[in-house]
């Protein structure tokens, strides 16, 4: 067990909907990553948020957004979805910048049908 | 643009003998490489690490060795287990880990008893 909570494990939802994944970092970790894995593909770097703010944006689409609440936890929220959104959402949690692993959730897989 | 490249898609080994799995970089601001590995089903769980300032990290059957001049780093598995079969994806950050990980697209490893 990462210590990183991922809710929920399984999504299917309509082409044109809205979704919110949410993740639980390790306690006391500061900053949270979300990435996505889609077929064959390695894990793509969506977006990272440290302490509440938005630290780094990687090739996150425009209908997506996230948010890191004073809790620490983070919602990645996809909208107007379209049947290449299918794919493995993960979140991934790591205590400050530093040179240290970051630890991954169990992921949610998302299907658009 | 691909910064972290497994050109092997797919390893076999026997039990018993040596793994190796490879990795390759393009971005010369990387300082820290790290191995994953992923079983079905789960996340990405941390195998070894290295720092740019080392060319070998050892931990127990896992041995990661850094080539900075050709950009270059590998993993050895000795010996190699069935329990050993995954995912393993290798990844990188630069900036003192002040930047998001990197990752390959990953190479499956499958051990052969």
């Known amino acids: 067990d990462s210590g990183v909570t991922q809710t929920p494990k399984h999504l299917i939802t309509a082409t044109g909907q809205r979704v919110t994944l949410r993740c639980s970092p390790r306690s006391g970790d500061l900053s949270v990553y979300w990435y996505q894995q889609s077929l064959d593909q390695g894990l793509q770097f969506l977006i990272q948020?440290?302490?509440?703010?938005?630290?780094a944006k990687g090739n996150i689409l425009e209908r997506f957004s996230a948010q890191q609440f004073p809790d620490l936890h983070s919602e990645l929220n996809l909208s107007s979805l379209e049947l290449g959104d299918s794919a493995l959402y993960f979140c991934?949690?790591?205590?400050?910048?530093?040179?240290?692993?970051?630890?991954f959730g169990q992921g949610t897989r998302l299907t658009v049908v | 643009d691909q910064q972290v490249k497994q050109n092997s898609p797919s390893l076999s080994v026997q039990e018993g003998r040596i793994s190796i799995l490879n990795c390759d970089y393009t971005n010369s601001m990387f300082d820290y490489f790290l191995w994953y590995k992923k079983y079905p089903a789960e996340g990405p769980t941390f195998l070894i690490s290295i720092s740019s300032i080392k060319d070998k990290n050892e931990d127990g059957r896992f041995t990661v060795f850094l080539n900075k001049s050709a950009k270059h780093l590998s993993l050895h598995i000795v010996p190699s287990q069935p329990g050993d079969s995954a995912v393993y994806f290798c990844a990188a950050s630069a900036l003192g880990g002040n930047t998001p990980l990197v990752f390959g697209k990953g190479t499956r490893l499958s051990v052969i008893a």
């Open positions: 991934a949690s790591k205590p400050r910048d530093l040179n240290t692993e970051a630890f």
């Open positions: 948020y440290y302490n509440g703010e938005e630290r």
